[in-house]
C-alpha cells in the first residue's frame, strides 16, 4: 500500500481535533448507548458501566492534574463504550463554597467593599452572576481535552434537583438523631471566617518555641509550678491548671490554686490521667475554649469556659485591657515581653510541632469554642467499613484500603457548617416566640411556627461543600425521585480521583450511598499519583512549576498530551514532567500520535 497523498504527511492536530471531537458530540456518541434506538444488526447492548467524573470547582482552572485524572476516565470509559457496554462517564460542576465565596470576596475588597456592605441577598447575587461568566469554562477546557463524558447531563451541585437532595438528606439524618447542634472546639479559620472539618486542616511540621512560664502558688510566698507552652497569648483565657494523678512530682499541688499571670485571677489545680507527664514540665495550662483536650478535660472537672479572641483571632474583651484589639501574633509578643519583664519567663527552647493551616487560604487555623450542627459518623462509617472488609468496594493500589479502614475504624464526628453565605443554607428554622423557642428542620421553606404560628427565621449557616458532593452519584441522577437513570445506572463501577481527597470525597460517598440507596455507589476506587516536577514537588501555582496542559494542547495536540500523561504512570506512582522543557515531557505522545497517523495514510 502507498501513503494517501491527499493527507500531509505530518499529523497537525490544531486543523483536526476540535472538529473530529466536535462531530462525535453532535452525533452523542458521548451518551449511554440506551438513549439512541438500536442499531440494525448490531448485538443488544451490554450491561451499563458508570464513572462519576470528580466535579471540579466552578471557579477552577483547568492543571495537569485534571489532565492526567481526566485522560485514565476516559481511557476507561472509551474502552467499556468499545466493548459495547452501556456506558455513562457523568460529568459536573462543585459550587464549592468557600473556594467560590473568596474569589468573590476579593473582587470586592478590589472595590473597597465587603460582602457585609452588599447583605447577604445582593451577595448571593454576585456570586451567582460570577458562576454563571465562570462556571462552564471549565468543562469546556475537558472538552479541548478530548473526554468523552455526557455533557447533555452535566449537573451542578447548587441545581434545584441537586438542592432537593441535600435537604432530604440533612432532614433524614437530623430526624434519626445522627444530625445534632452542639457547642464544642472547632478548627476556626479567622481570614475565611467559618468553621473547618477536621479534614479541611493541613497539617504542617515547623519549628517553633515552647515558652517556660512561671505560675505563682496561691498563698505560697515565693513558691510556682512552671508551665510549658507553645502559645503563650492563650494563656489570658487559662482557667485551669493540671497534673497527671501518676506524676509523683506534684502530688502536693492537688487541690491547690495559682495566680494566672499578667490576668491576676485566681485558677485551679487538678490531677486527670490525660495530662501527658512527658511534655514539658509536665504541668499544663488548661484554656478550654481555645483546646480540644483542654475542653474535655475542663468538663470533666467543672471548670469555666473563657473565650479570649474575636472571630478573626484579635484578643477581645475577656483579657485585660492593654491586649484588647491586638492580633493574636502581636498579644504574644506583648505576652512573652511582659512575662520577661516581671521574671516570670522561666525559659524558651526550640520545639518543633505540627500547625494546622486552612486548606484554602493557608491561614493558621484557631481552635474556637462554638455553635455548630455535626453528624455523627460512627453508625455510618460502619457500613462502609464492612463493604471494604467484604470486598464489595476495592482500592487500587490496595494500600489505600488500609488507609481507608484506619480512618473509618477511628472515624470522629463531622462539623458540617460553615460560616458562609454561598452554599446549601441549613434547613433549620427557629421559632422566636417566647413561649416556644422550637426548632425545625424541615424539606420545605418555613413561613411560620408549625407549632404556635409565630415567627421563625432560618439558622444562618451553610452546609460545608462536601455534604452535598457526596451525594452525587445518586443526586446527579434524580434521587430522591426514582428516576429512569437511576435504577439503570446506580450502582455505578469506577472511581477515578486523586487520594488527598480519599477521606474528603471518597468515603463519605460509601457512606452515603450505603445510607440512602443500599449499595456502595462504585465498587472499584482508583486512586493514581500525583504531578510533580522533575525536582518532585507538587506542581502549584505558588511554586510557579505547573504547566497548563491548554498550552500542551495547543503545541502538541490532546492525544500527544493523554497519551503522555497515562503511558508515564504506574499503579501508585506519581508522575514526573518538566515544567521548564515541554519539548522533553511531550515529545513521545507527539511522536505516537504522528506514528499513528503515518499508519493511518
Given at each position: 500500500?502507498?501513503?494517501?497523498?491527499?493527507?500531509?504527511?505530518?499529523?497537525?492536530?490544531?486543523?483536526?481535533?476540535?472538529?473530529?471531537?466536535?462531530?462525535?458530540?453532535?452525533?452523542?456518541?458521548?451518551?449511554?448507548?440506551?438513549?439512541?434506538?438500536?442499531?440494525?444488526?448490531?448485538?443488544?447492548?451490554?450491561?451499563?458501566?458508570?464513572?462519576?467524573?470528580?466535579?471540579?470547582?466552578?471557579?477552577?482552572?483547568?492543571?495537569?492534574?485534571?489532565?492526567?485524572?481526566?485522560?485514565?476516565?476516559?481511557?476507561?470509559?472509551?474502552?467499556?463504550?468499545?466493548?459495547?457496554?452501556?456506558?455513562?462517564?457523568?460529568?459536573?460542576?462543585?459550587?464549592?463554597?468557600?473556594?467560590?465565596?473568596?474569589?468573590?470576596?476579593?473582587?470586592?475588597?478590589?472595590?473597597?467593599?465587603?460582602?457585609?456592605?452588599?447583605?447577604?441577598?445582593?451577595?448571593?447575587?454576585?456570586?451567582?452572576?460570577?458562576?454563571?461568566?465562570?462556571?462552564?469554562?471549565?468543562?469546556?477546557?475537558?472538552?479541548?481535552?478530548?473526554?468523552?463524558?455526557?455533557?447533555?447531563?452535566?449537573?451542578?451541585?447548587?441545581?434545584?434537583?441537586?438542592?432537593?437532595?441535600?435537604?432530604?438528606?440533612?432532614?433524614?439524618?437530623?430526624?434519626?438523631?445522627?444530625?445534632?447542634?452542639?457547642?464544642?472546639?472547632?478548627?476556626?479559620?479567622?481570614?475565611?471566617?467559618?468553621?473547618?472539618?477536621?479534614?479541611?486542616?493541613?497539617?504542617?511540621?515547623?519549628?517553633?518555641?515552647?515558652?517556660?512560664?512561671?505560675?505563682?502558688?496561691?498563698?505560697?510566698?515565693?513558691?510556682?509550678?512552671?508551665?510549658?507552652?507553645?502559645?503563650?497569648?492563650?494563656?489570658?483565657?487559662?482557667?485551669?491548671?493540671?497534673?497527671?494523678?501518676?506524676?509523683?512530682?506534684?502530688?502536693?499541688?492537688?487541690?491547690?490554686?495559682?495566680?494566672?499571670?499578667?490576668?491576676?485571677?485566681?485558677?485551679?489545680?487538678?490531677?486527670?490521667?490525660?495530662?501527658?507527664?512527658?511534655?514539658?514540665?509536665?504541668?499544663?495550662?488548661?484554656?478550654?475554649?481555645?483546646?480540644?483536650?483542654?475542653?474535655?478535660?475542663?468538663?470533666?472537672?467543672?471548670?469555666?469556659?473563657?473565650?479570649?479572641?474575636?472571630?478573626?483571632?484579635?484578643?477581645?474583651?475577656?483579657?485585660?485591657?492593654?491586649?484588647?484589639?491586638?492580633?493574636?501574633?502581636?498579644?504574644?509578643?506583648?505576652?512573652?515581653?511582659?512575662?520577661?519583664?516581671?521574671?516570670?519567663?522561666?525559659?524558651?527552647?526550640?520545639?518543633?510541632?505540627?500547625?494546622?493551616?486552612?486548606?484554602?487560604?493557608?491561614?493558621?487555623?484557631?481552635?474556637?469554642?462554638?455553635?455548630?450542627?455535626?453528624?455523627?459518623?460512627?453508625p455510618l462509617a460502619e457500613p462502609a467499613l464492612n463493604?471494604?472488609?467484604?470486598?464489595?468496594?476495592?482500592?487500587?493500589?490496595?494500600?489505600?484500603?488500609?488507609?481507608?479502614?484506619?480512618?473509618?475504624?477511628?472515624?470522629?464526628?463531622?462539623?458540617?457548617?460553615?460560616?458562609?453565605?454561598?452554599?446549601?443554607?441549613?434547613?433549620?428554622?427557629?421559632?422566636?416566640?417566647?413561649?416556644?423557642?422550637?426548632?425545625?428542620?424541615?424539606?420545605?421553606?418555613?413561613?411560620?411556627?408549625?407549632?404556635?404560628?409565630?415567627?421563625?427565621?432560618?439558622?444562618?449557616?451553610?452546609?460545608?461543600?462536601?455534604?452535598?458532593?457526596?451525594?452525587?452519584?445518586?443526586?446527579?441522577?434524580g434521587w430522591p425521585a426514582k428516576t429512569a437513570d437511576?435504577?439503570?445506572?446506580?450502582?455505578?463501577?469506577?472511581?477515578?480521583?486523586?487520594?488527598?481527597?480519599?477521606?474528603?470525597?471518597?468515603?463519605?460517598?460509601?457512606?452515603?450511598?450505603?445510607?440512602?440507596?443500599?449499595?456502595?455507589?462504585?465498587?472499584?476506587?482508583?486512586?493514581?499519583?500525583?504531578?510533580?516536577?522533575?525536582?518532585?514537588?507538587?506542581?502549584?501555582?505558588?511554586?510557579?512549576?505547573?504547566?497548563?496542559?491548554?498550552?500542551?494542547?495547543?503545541?502538541?495536540?490532546?492525544?500527544?498530551?493523554?497519551?503522555?500523561?497515562?503511558?508515564?504512570?504506574?499503579?501508585?506512582?506519581?508522575?514526573?514532567?518538566?515544567?521548564?522543557?515541554?519539548?522533553?515531557?511531550?515529545?513521545?505522545?507527539?511522536?505516537?500520535?504522528?506514528?499513528?497517523?503515518?499508519?493511518?495514510?
Amino acid at each position: 500500500m502507498t501513503p494517501d497523498e491527499s493527507l500531509p504527511p505530518q499529523y497537525d492536530p490544531a486543523g483536526l481535533e476540535t472538529a473530529l471531537y466536535d462531530e462525535w458530540e453532535r452525533k452523542g456518541l458521548f451518551q449511554p448507548a440506551s438513549d439512541r434506538p438500536p442499531a440494525p444488526g448490531l448485538p443488544d447492548v451490554l450491561a451499563p458501566y458508570v464513572i462519576m467524573m470528580p466535579p471540579p470547582n466552578v471557579t477552577a482552572e483547568l492543571h495537569m492534574g485534571h489532565g492526567l485524572n481526566d485522560s485514565i476516565q476516559d481511557v476507561l470509559i472509551r474502552f467499556e463504550r468499545m466493548r459495547g457496554r452501556d456506558t455513562l462517564w457523568l460529568p459536573g460542576t462543585d459550587h464549592a463554597g468557600i473556594a467560590t465565596q473568596n474569589v468573590v470576596e476579593r473582587m470586592l475588597a478590589a472595590e473597597g467593599k465587603s460582602r457585609f456592605d452588599l447583605g447577604r441577598e445582593a451577595f448571593e447575587r454576585r456570586v451567582s452572576q460570577h458562576v454563571e461568566r465562570t462556571g462552564q469554562v471549565i468543562l469546556q477546557q475537558l472538552r479541548a481535552l478530548g473526554a468523552s463524558a455526557d455533557w447533555n447531563r452535566t449537573y451542578y451541585t447548587l441545581d434545584a434537583k441537586l438542592s432537593r437532595a441535600v435537604r432530604e438528606v440533612f432532614v433524614s439524618l437530623y430526624e434519626k438523631g445522627l444530625i445534632y447542634r452542639g457547642k464544642y472546639i472547632i478548627n476556626w479559620c479567622p481570614r475565611c471566617l467559618t468553621a473547618l472539618s477536621n479534614e479541611e486542616v493541613e497539617k504542617e511540621e515547623r519549628d517553633g518555641l515552647l515558652w517556660y512560664i512561671r505560675y505563682p502558688l496561691d498563698g505560697q510566698d515565693g513558691r510556682h509550678v512552671v508551665v510549658a507552652t507553645t502559645r503563650p497569648e492563650t494563656m489570658l483565657g487559662d482557667t485551669g491548671v493540671a497534673v497527671n494523678p501518676e506524676d509523683p512530682r506534684y502530688e502536693a499541688l492537688w487541690g491547690m490554686a495559682a495566680i494566672l499571670p499578667l490576668a491576676e485571677r485566681r485558677i485551679p489545680i487538678v490531677s486527670d490521667a490525660a495530662v501527658d507527664r512527658d511534655f514539658g514540665t509536665g504541668v499544663v495550662k488548661l484554656t478550654p475554649a481555645h483546646d480540644p483536650m483542654d475542653f474535655e478535660l475542663a468538663k470533666r472537672h467543672q471548670l469555666e469556659t473563657l473565650d479570649v479572641m474575636t472571630e478573626d483571632a484579635r484578643m477581645n474583651d475577656n483579657v485585660p485591657a492593654r491586649f484588647r484589639g491586638l492580633d493574636r501574633f502581636e498579644a504574644r509578643k506583648r505576652v512573652v515581653a511582659e512575662l520577661e519583664q516581671l521574671g516570670l519567663l522561666e525559659k524558651t527552647e526550640p520545639h518543633r510541632y505540627a500547625v494546622g493551616r486552612c486548606y484554602r487560604c493557608d491561614t493558621i487555623v484557631e481552635p474556637r469554642l462554638s455553635d455548630q450542627w455535626f453528624v455523627k459518623m460512627r453508625p455510618l462509617a460502619e457500613p462502609a467499613l464492612n463493604a471494604y472488609q467484604d470486598g464489595r468496594v476495592r482500592f487500587i493500589p490496595e494500600h489505600r484500603g488500609v488507609e481507608f479502614a484506619q480512618w473509618m475504624e477511628n472515624i470522629r464526628d463531622w462539623c458540617i457548617s460553615r460560616q458562609l453565605w454561598w452554599g446549601h443554607r441549613i434547613p433549620v428554622w427557629y421559632c422566636d416566640a417566647p413561649d416556644c423557642q422550637t426548632e425545625f428542620a424541615s424539606r420545605t421553606d418555613l413561613t411560620a411556627c408549625p407549632d404556635c404560628g409565630g415567627p421563625v427565621r432560618q439558622d444562618e449557616d451553610v452546609l460545608d461543600t462536601w455534604f452535598s458532593s457526596q451525594l452525587v452519584p445518586f443526586s446527579s441522577l434524580g434521587w430522591p425521585a426514582k428516576t429512569a437513570d437511576l435504577a439503570h445506572f446506580y450502582p455505578g463501577h469506577t472511581l477515578v480521583t486523586a487520594p488527598e481527597i480519599l477521606f474528603f470525597w471518597v468515603a463519605r460517598m460509601l457512606m452515603a450511598g450505603l445510607e440512602f440507596m443500599g449499595e456502595v455507589p462504585f465498587s472499584s476506587v482508583y486512586l493514581h499519583g500525583t504531578v510533580r516536577d522533575t525536582q518532585h514537588r507538587k506542581m502549584s501555582k505558588s511554586l510557579g512549576n505547573g504547566i497548563d496542559p491548554l498550552d500542551v494542547v495547543a503545541r502538541y495536540g490532546a492525544d500527544a498530551l493523554r497519551y503522555t500523561v497515562v503511558s508515564g504512570l504506574s499503579v501508585g506512582t506519581d508522575l514526573l514532567l518538566d515544567p521548564d522543557d515541554l519539548e522533553t515531557s511531550f515529545a513521545p505522545g507527539r511522536n505516537f500520535a504522528n506514528k499513528l497517523w503515518n499508519v493511518g495514510r
